[in-house]
């Protein structure tokens, strides 16, 4: 790892993560993120649009915004369990999962409100994705959730 990553690492800029249940000393699976929703909006929002942005569509914009907000509502949400924590494979990919009492809670979360069909179907691709993955066989049960604009209370 070079000198430059790991002072941005030590100075809390970037994070580190990797899927839950895997272990931080043997995992090769990590990804890293900028950990500052305001650094993050400049570095993967305003300034990689900058010369272009006057020149896109207010809905075009709005969704660049938007993007960048649900990230932030993903974050807050994983943070109101200390124990959770993103998971992924090859082909499945889990907002967060936690473990509640040898049972897994899977969750997706969403930065809007939904509507039921649309909850339907998030909750049988959440199904269908711990079917596939490996982790779905160190839980002796699972329970999913789903969690969309409605917890803001507006």
Known sequence: MGRTFQQLLDASIL??????????RSTKKSRYRIQDPALR?????????RTRWQTY????????????????F????RQQHPDAARYWEANVEFDFVRDDH???VVSEVKFKKLTATEHRQLEHHLVNGWQECA???????VSFEILDATILGN
């Open 74 to 77: 993903e974050d807050f949400c």
């Open 41 to 49: 909006f400049w570095f993967q929002v305003y300034s990689p649009h």
């Open 15 to 24: 994070t580190r993560e990797i899927p839950f249940g895997e272990s931080l």
């Open 57 to 72: 569509s207010p809905t075009e914009r709005e969704k660049l915004i938007h993007d960048h907000a649900s990230t932030v």
């Open 135 to 141: 982790l779905s066989r160190r839980f002796r049960g």
């Open 102 to 104: 040898g049972s897994a």
